[in-house]
T-cell receptor, first 115, second 117 residues
Framework: GENVEQHPSTLSVQEGDSAVIKCTYS??????FPWYKQELGKGPQLIID?????GEKKDQRIAVTLNKTAKHFSLHITETQPEDSAVYFC??????????????FGQGTILTVHP | GAVVSQHPSRVICKSGTSVKIECRSL??????MFWYRQFPKQSLMLMAT?????????EQGVEKDKFLINHASLTLSTLTVTSAHPEDSSFYIC?????????????FGPGTRLTVL
């Protein structure tokens, strides 16, 4: 099955700096890579996703890059703000086949943005 | 759009009792819903995949007789934790996929905190 590794486990930055979180996956059949933000006591919120037919996607201060050859993808947050502080999870899925698009999650990164 | 709700948001029960958690898609129909469990400071672990009108598919190591899943309609799936024990205490999260939508995008509920005394 799929295995997703996420680094770093914790990340501390100053407000205004950039933050980068990296994930690697093992299954070359995976073709969907979402990123989720989870605040304490809440469910995950989809913040951006990328599919295997593109290498980069951007939405305001958030961007995701995908390197299919190396099987890794990264989340980039620019101009960080204190409200960006949360746990971020990457995930991978194969939307086709018999897996019903099951998501395999990374271990999570605790991002802290200091004012 | 694409809002998923869960009820209750938190529940405390005595050991040996059963607890039912509801997952509803509020503004869309969901042929597939997923149930996850998340222990403190850990990632989400998929427990089972629930398809409307058919039996749920459980992940390896998840006891289907202990975690009963029913997906009776296109907007509701329920998870019943039977004979709950303290080790079942966890954060249970459901997600739903839009019927006829992309096969990959899942929308998550707010989670249910279960505490078994």
């Amino acid at each position: 099955g799929e295995n997703v590794e996420q680094h770093p486990s914790t990340l501390s930055v100053q407000e205004g700096d950039s933050a980068v979180i990296k994930c690697t996956y093992s299954d070359s059949a995976s073709n969907y890579f979402p990123w989720y933000k989870q605040e304490l006591g809440k469910g995950p919120q989809l913040i951006i996703d990328i599919r295997s037919n593109v290498g980069e996607k951007k939405d305001q201060r958030i961007a995701v890059t995908l390197n299919k050859t190396a099987k890794h993808f990264s989340l980039h947050i620019t101009e960080t703000q204190p409200e960006d502080s949360a746990v971020y999870f990457c995930a991978a899925a194969n939307a086709g086949g018999t897996s019903y698009g099951k998501l395999t999650f990374g271990q999570g990164t605790i991002l802290t943005v200091h004012p | 759009g694409a809002v998923v709700s869960q009820h209750p948001s938190r529940v405390i029960c005595k050991s040996g009792t059963s607890v039912k958690i509801e997952c509803r898609s509020l503004d869309f129909q969901a042929t597939t819903m997923f149930w996850y469990r998340q222990f403190p400071k850990q990632s989400l672990m998929l427990m089972a995949t629930s398809n409307e009108g058919s039996k749920a598919t459980y992940e390896q190591g998840v006891e289907k007789d202990k975690f009963l899943i029913n997906h009776a309609s296109l907007t509701l799936s329920t998870l019943t934790v039977t004979s709950a024990h303290p080790e079942d205490s966890s954060f249970y999260i459901c997600s739903a996929r839009i019927a006829g939508g992309r096969a990959d995008t899942q929308y998550f509920g707010p989670g249910t905190r279960l505490t078994v005394l």
